[in-house]
Nanobody, 124 residues
């Protein structure tokens, strides 16, 4: 059974950058698509980006386009979310999710495996 654990969150100033990591264990990561989601206080969990199982294709929510980059290293069993030009509205708990197979999706219902999340706070 796949398990994923996020790390890399923290406090960053507006305009700053942060890279989140998603460490996978329990199964070969190259058989899973990965998605990143976030949930702000009082808000719904929303999509950020996703990447297919071997990283051929990516997809981004409008809020992430041009600022965030999703990537993965299947040898290291790691997924990444590079975030730049961060804004206060990016403040949220960020979650890594995984689904068996090639395709990825920006729908949270698509993913059966979830991490516990890592807090990102953008504030001066």
């Amino acid at each position: 059974q796949l398990q994923v654990v996020e790390s890399g969150g923290g406090l960053v100033q507006p305009g700053g950058s942060l890279t989140l990591s998603c460490a996978a264990s329990g199964a070969p990561l190259n058989t899973f698509a990965i998605g990143w989601f976030r949930q702000a206080p009082g808000g719904e969990r929303e999509a950020v980006a996703c990447i297919t199982n071997i990283g051929v294709k990516t997809n981004y929510a409008n809020s992430a386009k041009g600022r965030f980059i999703i990537s993965r290293d299947n040898v290291k069993k790691m997924g990444y979310l590079q975030m730049s030009s961060l804004k206060p509205e990016d403040t949220a708990i960020y979650y890594c999710a995984a689904n068996p197979g090639y395709f990825c999706s920006l729908s949270k219902a698509f993913y059966p495996y979830w991490g516990q999340g890592t807090q990102v706070t953008v504030s001066s």
